[in-house]
């Protein structure tokens, strides 16, 4: 009798998923401030050791009140590196440094991205090698460094690119086609590393959020009056999101909680794609 209540027991203890990253060591690329930052943070919250990239050559303000907030009240950490992510070189060294530091990676948030509002009839060949250059080569090499560290160190674990809504649909009243192409491109790129990097136990995610408030879009409203009504009526909520509404959303992609979820894309975007 008491067995069965002890094997009752366990298997309802398996029920509960498990959201911690306790003792687990991440890699945040876009995250000096924005929607990175904010997942960084819930990162640390969570437990985690997480290491912000970004090409700001020094912290934003933004991101040092975080880390001070982290490193009173969260039980991970928070680290800042300055990294552009076009320098493959540097960046897989400055990654390498990371997975050395614990003998473990557990993988990534790539949440680096830039946008050129601009008809499709005025793009040079240079704008949009510059936008594929960070949004998609960029994401891609991230990636790859990350998961050589994984692999070398034979550490299992997650990771997650930041794409958008974007790459799924045409925006209206966007005028970003490079933009969104890149978006597309990087779903597609999750699911391919998915299938390669499965037997070495690295699962691979997008998450595509619909319109949030970030510096960016609200350069996007500067550059185009009214835009930000004209999306506010386009979802079925009727309102922008927040950084803070896509944390769980990582959370549970980093985590076990989502161990048999891989090759996959969470759109979460208010209903936007769904009418």
């Not at 704008?127 to 991230?142: R, S």
């Not at 959370?251 to 090759?263: A, K, R, V, Y």
């Amino acid at each position: 009798m008491a067995n069965n209540t002890s094997n009752n027991h366990h298997q309802h203890q398996k029920v509960y998923p498990n959201f911690s990253l306790r003792h687990r060591v991440y890699v945040v690329t876009g995250g000096g401030r924005g929607l990175g930052l904010c997942m960084a943070e819930a990162m640390t919250e969570a437990g985690a050791e997480v290491h912000c990239l970004d090409r700001l050559q020094d912290p934003d303000p933004e991101f040092l009140a975080t880390q001070e907030l982290a490193s009173r009240s969260h039980v991970g950490s928070l680290y800042y590196h300055h990294v552009d992510i076009r320098d493959t070189e540097f960046l897989n060294n400055t990654v390498a440094k990371i997975a050395g530091r614990h003998r473990r990676l557990d993988g990534l948030v790539a949440a680096a991205g830039i946008q050129q509002i601009q008809p499709a009839i005025d793009y040079s060949a240079d704008d949009i090698t510059k936008i594929m250059d960070v949004n998609y080569t960029g994401a891609f090499m991230t990636a790859q460094a990350v998961a050589r560290q994984m692999i070398a160190h034979k550490t299992h674990g997650s990771i997650v690119f930041i794409a958008s809504m974007s790459g799924l649909i045409a925006n209206r009243g966007l005028i970003s086609p490079a933009y969104n192409a890149s978006k597309a491109a990087l779903i597609q790129l999750g699911r391919s590393l998915a299938m390669e990097w499965g037997p070495h136990g690295i699962r691979v995610n997008s998450l595509s959020p619909g319109h949030i408030v970030t510096p960016m879009v609200e350069k996007n409203f500067e550059e185009v009056p009214g835009l930000d009504k004209i999306w506010e009526s386009e979802n079925m909520l009727g309102r922008l999101a927040r950084p803070e509404e896509f944390t769980g959303a990582a959370i549970f992609m980093l985590s076990d909680s989502s161990s048999f979820m891989t090759g996959s894309n969470i759109v979460i975007d208010g209903g936007h794609t769904a009418w």
